[in-house]
């Protein structure tokens, strides 16, 4: 076993630390606060070249794999930005997986070179609040009108819709009840995020504001058949192939917030002195840390092995699940940790500590709640009867 | 134009420093190093020597099996080849016998030119860069604050005190022991750390070099003999009260201590 990084991770991690390094807790609090894309810190990352990371070379990117992403965005998450940060690359690292898998050549040609350089951003449109986690019963619904498509619908959590100029589009393009499978029938669009056919209402949320999440309203989009991935009514099929690898990666975001969390708080309990004595000194701020830490040492080696496992061709489902259940616990239990060992001043904005739990808190539900991640577990893993 | 560069590996800024139970040296087990930020600046000054001109930058560190990652690091910002020297018998060497090796790493690639940082952020020595300069018979020139290339000589500006600068003209072969914040330092794009894992990085020994007799712990005139943090004193006094009565209590003070 060696359960050392090798020098390209370990060098992805490192100069992918020191440019996140580069924006601290003042420039995410001002964005959080404000609601602000962080440009400049999106463009830093672009201009490397780190947009690009699994975009095959052919198209621009590096071709890398799964292992290398989660590396980089896990340094990512462990800088003053948590999951703002994370989540501003992410989409643009991830969305077009479907695309980079199942596009057609021209599809790709077209689309994925302006994505590798971090020039096309493009909004993931799935979610309805209709269907929830059960997407066979979505409503958005693409029409054949001549030689195109026509969209009509209503999506909801379209993270950065605001900055994007596509969407990967999920719509019924036949009617559920007239598919032998309920999850037969979807097909998946890359659309322009046409402002003449797309209402975009953004989504007041608890945090990660500096990446905004949105409901979007599609009236009478058209869309031609180039844009169509893959084949039409398997839409649904070729979102699975994103699953785990989304999963694997969110854990290792959520291990890098709550390293984030843990480094500030140590950093306070042995400066922070009470009773005349740094209260780090005390158990009962020290013992949770250390428990909160370990954990998230577990969390990590399990991201690292379904990483590990999806690039050499592994079955991964389960690591993948198991990861992104224990993460984003870890990584809360060391957010909210942080907030107490700070005491009064975790609850104020300035120690940045209350933004880190906020933003941690996210993950135990997106991308799928830590319940339905049991459920696969129990059902898929012990192999326990479907409970739905 | 070959430029060698001379890199160390020191604990990373955020690191937290324990010392050894020996007090010979903080441990080094699990804390993460990078490269000695002045040496970042001297990297960067030789970097954009070869983004105007023709030239091969060949970066040399002394350290362990991690040393490679500061190597490949400086591979993936743009340097062309790299020279680690990692062997157990340097362990213990003092700043002369440091300066021995990377001057006969400077005799076998005799550059045109050799950048330094100005000191490490560890060590804080400040000699290694003038005495390598002495051992290659080069002209030198320390606080750099500006490079620039006319010809067959080298401009540079040099911090004095009191925020003075000095303008000094070297011949060439010349080195220069750089200076912190004089550029903007590159990073490395995603695409230069992966074409750097295909540039040559060459493992020497001091045998290699024919310096082995020369470096150690038995060769060393300088030996550490303690690191310790000093105990913190007592009396300070603690002026309490509303701000106003602070601040009049410190002009006070400082009056009575005869500091204005």
């Given at each position: 076993m060696d359960f050392k990084y090798d020098d390209d991770l370990q060098n992805i991690e490192n100069e992918a630390s020191r440019l996140a390094g580069q924006f601290d807790d003042d420039y995410w609090r001002e964005h959080d606060e404000k609601h602000e894309f962080p440009w400049e810190f999106y463009n830093a990352f672009a201009e490397q070249g780190?947009?690009?990371?699994?975009?095959?070379e052919e198209y621009?990117?590096?071709?890398?794999?799964i292992s290398h992403a989660a590396v980089l965005l896990n340094a990512v998450a462990?800088?003053?930005?948590?999951q703002n940060a994370a989540s501003t690359l992410h989409l643009s690292i991830f969305g077009m997986g479907p695309v980079i898998h199942h596009g057609s050549e021209e599809l790709k040609q077209r689309t994925l070179p302006a994505t590798a350089s971090g020039a096309l951003h493009v909004s993931f449109g799935v979610t309805e609040d209709d269907a929830g986690t059960d997407?066979?019963?979505?409503?958005t619904f693409a029409r054949r009108d001549g030689d195109h498509w026509v969209i009509n619908g209503k999506k909801i959590w379209n993270t950065k819709a605001q900055q994007a100029q596509k969407i990967l589009l999920l719509a019924r393009t036949t009617p559920r009840e007239e598919c032998?499978?309920?999850?037969?029938?979807m097909t998946l669009f890359l659309a322009d995020l046409d402002p003449n056919h797309c209402e975009i209402r953004p989504i007041d949320k608890?945090?990660?504001?500096?990446v905004n999440s949105n409901e979007v309203f599609i009236q009478d989009l058209p869309v031609s058949?180039?844009?169509?991935?893959?084949?039409?009514?398997?839409g649904f099929y070729y979102l699975l192939d994103g699953l785990n690898p989304e999963r694997i990666v969110i854990a290792s975001e959520c291990c890098g917030i709550g390293r984030q969390a843990i480094d500030k708080a140590v950093h306070y309990a042995r400066e922070r002195e009470v009773f005349d004595r740094?209260?780090?000194?005390?158990q009962a701020i020290a013992h949770p840390l250390a428990d909160a830490y370990s954990e998230l040492e577990a969390a990590d080696l399990l991201w690292q092995k379904a990483a590990w496992a999806y690039d050499t061709g592994e079955p991964c489902g389960p690591l993948a699940n198991m990861a992104k259940l224990r993460a984003s616990e870890a990584s809360f239990k060391a957010c909210d940790r942080a907030v107490q060992t700070f005491g009064?001043?975790?609850?104020?904005?300035?120690?940045n500590v209350e933004r880190y739990w906020r933003e941690s808190r996210m993950s135990r539900i997106a991308p799928i709640s830590n319940e339905m991640v049991l459920n696969f577990v129990s059902e898929h893993v012990l192999g326990l009867p479907r409970s739905y | 134009m070959k430029i060698l560069v001379c890199l160390k590996q020191v604990p990373h800024q955020d690191a937290r420093l324990d010392i050894k139970s020996d007090g010979s040296?903080?441990?080094?087990?699990?804390i993460k190093f990078e490269i000695n930020s002045y040496d970042t600046y001297a990297l960067e000054e030789a970097l954009r020597i070869k983004d105007e001109k023709e030239a091969e930058v060949v970066v040399a560190s002394i350290g362990p099996d991690r040393t490679t990652q500061a190597l490949r690091t400086a591979l993936g910002m743009g340097a062309d080849r790299a020279v680690h020297v990692n062997d157990?018998?340097?362990?213990?060497?003092d700043a002369l016998a440091i300066a021995k090796i990377l001057a006969a790493i400077g005799k076998e690639e005799s550059p045109d030119l050799v950048f330094t940082g100005l000191?490490?952020?560890?060590?804080?020595?400040?000699s290694v860069g003038p005495m390598v300069a002495e051992l290659l018979e080069m002209p030198h020139a320390t606080a750099v604050m500006s490079a620039s290339l006319e010809g067959e000589k080298l401009i540079a500006e040099r911090e004095l005190e009191g925020g003075a600068l000095e303008v000094v003209e070297l011949q060439l072969p010349c080195l220069l022991a750089v200076q912190t914040g004089i550029n903007q330092v590159r990073y490395a794009s995603l695409k230069g750390i992966m074409a750097a894992k295909k540039k040559p990085l060459d493992t020497r020994s001091a045998a290699d070099l024919g310096v082995q007799e020369l470096v150690g712990t038995g060769a060393a005139?300088?030996?550490?003999?303690e690191i310790y943090v000093p105990p913190k004193t007592q009396g300070a006094e603690i002026l309490e009260g509303s701000t106003t009565d602070v601040a009049e209590g410190l002009v006070a003070k400082i009056k009575e201590l005869g500091l204005l």
């Amino acid at each position: 076993m060696d359960f050392k990084y090798d020098d390209d991770l370990q060098n992805i991690e490192n100069e992918a630390s020191r440019l996140a390094g580069q924006f601290d807790d003042d420039y995410w609090r001002e964005h959080d606060e404000k609601h602000e894309f962080p440009w400049e810190f999106y463009n830093a990352f672009a201009e490397q070249g780190w947009i690009g990371v699994i975009v095959p070379e052919e198209y621009g990117g590096s071709g890398l794999g799964i292992s290398h992403a989660a590396v980089l965005l896990n340094a990512v998450a462990h800088s003053a930005g948590v999951q703002n940060a994370a989540s501003t690359l992410h989409l643009s690292i991830f969305g077009m997986g479907p695309v980079i898998h199942h596009g057609s050549e021209e599809l790709k040609q077209r689309t994925l070179p302006a994505t590798a350089s971090g020039a096309l951003h493009v909004s993931f449109g799935v979610t309805e609040d209709d269907a929830g986690t059960d997407t066979s019963r979505i409503r958005t619904f693409a029409r054949r009108d001549g030689d195109h498509w026509v969209i009509n619908g209503k999506k909801i959590w379209n993270t950065k819709a605001q900055q994007a100029q596509k969407i990967l589009l999920l719509a019924r393009t036949t009617p559920r009840e007239e598919c032998a499978k309920p999850l037969q029938g979807m097909t998946l669009f890359l659309a322009d995020l046409d402002p003449n056919h797309c209402e975009i209402r953004p989504i007041d949320k608890c945090g990660r504001n500096a990446v905004n999440s949105n409901e979007v309203f599609i009236q009478d989009l058209p869309v031609s058949d180039d844009d169509v991935i893959g084949e039409v009514d398997k839409g649904f099929y070729y979102l699975l192939d994103g699953l785990n690898p989304e999963r694997i990666v969110i854990a290792s975001e959520c291990c890098g917030i709550g390293r984030q969390a843990i480094d500030k708080a140590v950093h306070y309990a042995r400066e922070r002195e009470v009773f005349d004595r740094p209260i780090g000194m005390n158990q009962a701020i020290a013992h949770p840390l250390a428990d909160a830490y370990s954990e998230l040492e577990a969390a990590d080696l399990l991201w690292q092995k379904a990483a590990w496992a999806y690039d050499t061709g592994e079955p991964c489902g389960p690591l993948a699940n198991m990861a992104k259940l224990r993460a984003s616990e870890a990584s809360f239990k060391a957010c909210d940790r942080a907030v107490q060992t700070f005491g009064g001043m975790g609850y104020a904005k300035e120690c940045n500590v209350e933004r880190y739990w906020r933003e941690s808190r996210m993950s135990r539900i997106a991308p799928i709640s830590n319940e339905m991640v049991l459920n696969f577990v129990s059902e898929h893993v012990l192999g326990l009867p479907r409970s739905y | 134009m070959k430029i060698l560069v001379c890199l160390k590996q020191v604990p990373h800024q955020d690191a937290r420093l324990d010392i050894k139970s020996d007090g010979s040296w903080i441990q080094e087990e699990s804390i993460k190093f990078e490269i000695n930020s002045y040496d970042t600046y001297a990297l960067e000054e030789a970097l954009r020597i070869k983004d105007e001109k023709e030239a091969e930058v060949v970066v040399a560190s002394i350290g362990p099996d991690r040393t490679t990652q500061a190597l490949r690091t400086a591979l993936g910002m743009g340097a062309d080849r790299a020279v680690h020297v990692n062997d157990e018998s340097v362990e213990g060497s003092d700043a002369l016998a440091i300066a021995k090796i990377l001057a006969a790493i400077g005799k076998e690639e005799s550059p045109d030119l050799v950048f330094t940082g100005l000191m490490a952020d560890d060590g804080n020595f400040a000699s290694v860069g003038p005495m390598v300069a002495e051992l290659l018979e080069m002209p030198h020139a320390t606080a750099v604050m500006s490079a620039s290339l006319e010809g067959e000589k080298l401009i540079a500006e040099r911090e004095l005190e009191g925020g003075a600068l000095e303008v000094v003209e070297l011949q060439l072969p010349c080195l220069l022991a750089v200076q912190t914040g004089i550029n903007q330092v590159r990073y490395a794009s995603l695409k230069g750390i992966m074409a750097a894992k295909k540039k040559p990085l060459d493992t020497r020994s001091a045998a290699d070099l024919g310096v082995q007799e020369l470096v150690g712990t038995g060769a060393a005139k300088i030996k550490v003999q303690e690191i310790y943090v000093p105990p913190k004193t007592q009396g300070a006094e603690i002026l309490e009260g509303s701000t106003t009565d602070v601040a009049e209590g410190l002009v006070a003070k400082i009056k009575e201590l005869g500091l204005l």
